[in-house]
């Protein structure tokens, strides 16, 4: 019985690096467009004597075929590209900005900047990953009432603490700053120093800051209850099942939404995430062929699709 090898797994697949995602398929591998459309896999003669490893006309480029250990790069009309070797095959040390190398298979893998760093796009900022690199979306202010800015894994407006950005206009040396619901107090200093009820008093911005007592259990929260910390005080709400958070504004647990708040472990390109009350679910992608597709439910629930002429260990008639 022959066993199917993994082009995709040992990088030796043909799909070109940064643009298409290899896809393995029962004896064979397809590429994986931007638009979700598949590109079968190059087959050419490979001649390992030969200056540019490959043999053959060329319909598009460029490719990557591995040889002996080692891949070899042909642009248009079969003319090497040899001065892009690195940036595909990879290299320890050689991989360019926003890769880096996978010793397993020998290439450059993009790198999640997203994942590897918390807040890359500051308060409110959404960051997407890109092959090579990450964009910023940052949500637009005016979805959000002045003194407050949008969170988006939240889904809510959070209150601006314009004393801690210093985005106030108190007088440090006379007055105090005294952070509020979507704005800001100046007080005047007393003799005694001390802040309002709810507040302590912070030297290194001159300013009376919130006091925390969630995280200070200084709450007095009833069994089923949690403490939502406020500006100057705090609050006791509904304690929510997993997969759901308490809305103030509705008194009573939403849904939190995995997929738009990007909470979910799907992975992109192969796996669309759809939301449930209280959870979410991956689905998988469904590429598209040029011929009819058929379709089936794995044991997982998620729907599998096969090209034309194939299903998952059977011949579609």
Same mark, same amino acid.
């Given at each position: 019985?022959?066993?199917?090898?993994? $082009?995709?797994?040992?990088?030796?697949?043909?799909?070109?690096?940064? $643009?298409?995602?290899?896809?393995?398929?029962? !004896?064979?591998?397809?590429?994986?467009?931007?638009?979700?459309?598949?590109?079968?896999?190059?087959?050419?003669?490979?001649?390992?004597?030969?200056?540019?490893?490959?043999?053959?006309? =060329?319909?598009?480029?460029?490719?990557?075929?591995?040889?002996?250990?080692?891949?070899?790069?042909?642009?248009?009309? !079969?003319?090497?590209?040899?001065?892009?070797?690195?940036?595909?095959?990879?290299?320890?040390?050689?991989?360019?900005?926003?890769?880096?190398?996978?010793?397993?298979?020998?290439?450059?893998?993009?790198?999640?900047?997203?994942? =590897?760093?918390?807040?890359?796009?500051?308060?409110?900022?959404?960051?997407?990953? %890109?092959?090579?690199?990450?964009?910023?979306?940052?949500?637009?202010?005016?979805?959000?009432?002045?003194?407050?800015?949008?969170?988006?894994?939240?889904?809510?407006?959070?209150?601006?603490?314009?004393?801690?950005?210093?985005?106030?206009?108190?007088?440090?040396?006379?007055?105090?700053?005294?952070?509020?619901? !979507?704005?800001?107090?100046? &007080?005047?200093?007393?003799?005694?120093?001390?802040?309002?009820?709810?507040?302590?008093?912070?030297?290194?911005?001159?300013?009376?800051?919130?006091?925390?007592?969630?995280?200070?259990?200084?709450?007095?929260?009833?069994?089923? $209850?949690?403490?939502?910390?406020?500006?100057?005080?705090?609050?006791?709400?509904?304690?929510?099942?997993?997969?759901?958070?308490?809305?103030?504004?509705? &008194? %009573?647990?939403?849904?939190?939404?995995?997929?738009?708040?990007?909470?979910?472990?799907?992975?992109?390109?192969?796996?669309?995430?759809?939301?449930?009350?209280?959870?979410?679910?991956?689905?998988?992608?469904?590429?598209?062929?040029?011929?009819?597709?058929? %379709?089936?439910?794995?044991?997982?629930?998620?729907?599998?699709?096969?090209?034309?002429?194939?299903?998952?260990?059977?011949?579609?008639?």
């Amino acid at each position: 019985m022959n066993t199917d090898v993994d $082009e995709c797994l040992e990088a030796i697949h043909s799909c070109m690096p940064g $643009e298409q995602v290899c896809y393995n398929q029962e !004896g064979s591998y397809s590429c994986v467009n931007p638009d979700g459309s598949l590109t079968a896999p190059w087959v050419h003669p490979i001649n390992p004597n030969s200056a540019g490893g490959i043999q053959g006309p =060329m319909a598009r480029g460029p490719v990557s075929i591995g040889l002996g250990g080692r891949n070899d790069h042909i642009g248009m009309g !079969g003319e090497s590209s040899a001065d892009r070797a690195d940036y595909f095959t990879g290299s320890p040390g050689r991989c360019p900005t926003g890769y880096k190398y996978n010793s397993a298979s020998r290439v450059c893998d993009d790198v999640d900047e997203c994942l =590897m760093v918390h807040g890359l796009c500051g308060r409110g900022g959404l960051c997407t990953n %890109t092959i090579g690199s990450y964009s910023c979306t940052q949500m637009p202010r005016d979805t959000c009432p002045p003194g407050y800015l949008f969170d988006l894994p939240l889904q809510s407006c959070l209150d601006i603490d314009e004393c801690a950005e210093r985005a106030d206009n108190c007088d440090r040396d006379s007055q105090y700053c005294i952070n509020t619901q !979507g704005g800001f107090a100046c &007080q005047l200093r007393d003799s005694s120093g001390s802040c309002p009820a709810g507040y302590k008093y912070n030297a290194d911005n001159s300013a009376c800051e919130d006091v925390d007592e969630c995280a200070e259990g200084l709450s007095v929260c009833r069994e089923g $209850e949690v403490c939502r910390n406020s500006v100057g005080a705090y609050d006791c709400d509904i304690e929510c099942d997993l997969g759901f958070q308490f809305s103030v504004g509705l &008194q %009573t647990c939403v849904d939190i939404d995995e997929c738009t708040a990007g909470l979910h472990n799907c992975v992109r390109g192969f796996q669309v995430c759809k939301n449930e009350p209280g959870s979410f679910r991956c689905q998988r992608s469904r590429p598209r062929f040029g011929g009819h597709s058929s %379709t089936r439910i794995d044991s997982d629930g998620l729907d599998s699709y096969a090209a034309a002429g194939f299903s998952n260990g059977s011949t579609v008639q």
